[in-house]
T-cell receptor, first 115, second 111 residues
């Protein structure tokens, strides 16, 4: 059973298009994240949701809009795609208890290529 | 200064060698610490949490020094399968929660 799943795994699209990536976790976690890993392999957090509420919103263009319909799902919609958006996008989840944040479990990644 | 800094790589070691990775963090609000492993074109996977008293899992030993804001990972008896990128990860609690990943250290273990 896949703990954190993402679809699609690969996404090739043209500049200016709008696309969505979906993420689901079956671990019962209450916190989910989106990360971007660029060509230099640096992993940077974009958003985090706790119990469907946005708690982290890093400096990300507002063309990126996350949506969490429930605790098990966190989707990422990207408008007007640009060449610089090409990267691997990872979804992750963790549990949180009081002030403690536990280890994160990652999905397999979505490799986005904008041409 | 980066919030989480790791040894520059790559480390090239022979099988059986002992290798140590270091990581420093700048924010004293750092609360929990982890080492993750990432294989080429794969997702990061938790290797081990890092506890204040230090902890060991088989060939892997992690240490935390809060006073110096320093974390280390020691790998003994390196295997070919240990070749990967090792990521130092810090969770901050500054009123909001935030996870910071280090840039990673690449390890190549050769026969």
């Amino acid at each position: 059973d896949t703990a954190v799943s993402q679809t699609p795994k690969y996404l090739v699209t043209q500049m200016g298009n709008d696309k969505s990536i979906k993420c689901e976790q079956n671990l019962g976690h209450d916190t989910m994240y989106w990360y971007k890993q660029d060509s230099k392999k640096f992993l940077k957090i974009m958003f985090s949701y706790n119990n469907k509420e946005l708690i982290i919103n890093e400096t990300v263009p507002n063309r990126f809009s996350p949506k969490s319909p429930d605790k098990a799902h966190l989707n990422l919609h990207i408008n007007s795609l640009e060449l610089g958006d090409s990267a691997v996008y990872f979804c992750a989840s963790s549990r949180r208890s009081g002030t403690a944040t536990y280890e994160q479990y990652f999905g397999p990644g979505t490799r986005l290529t904008v041409t | 200064r980066k919030e989480v800094e790791q040894d520059p790589g790559p480390f090239n070691v022979p099988e059986g060698a002992t290798v140590a990775f270091n990581c420093t963090y700048s924010n004293s609000a750092s609360q929990s610490f982890f080492w993750y492993r990432q294989d080429c074109r794969k997702e990061p996977k938790l290797l081990m949490s890092v506890y204040s008293s230090g902890n060991e899992d088989g060939r892997f030993t992690a240490q935390l020094n809060r006073a110096s804001q320093y974390i280390s990972l020691l790998i003994r008896d390196s295997k070919l399968s240990d070749s990967a990128t090792y990521l130092c990860v810090v969770n901050l609690n500054t009123g909001g929660f935030k996870t910071i990943f280090g840039a990673g250290t690449r390890l190549f273990v050769k026969a």
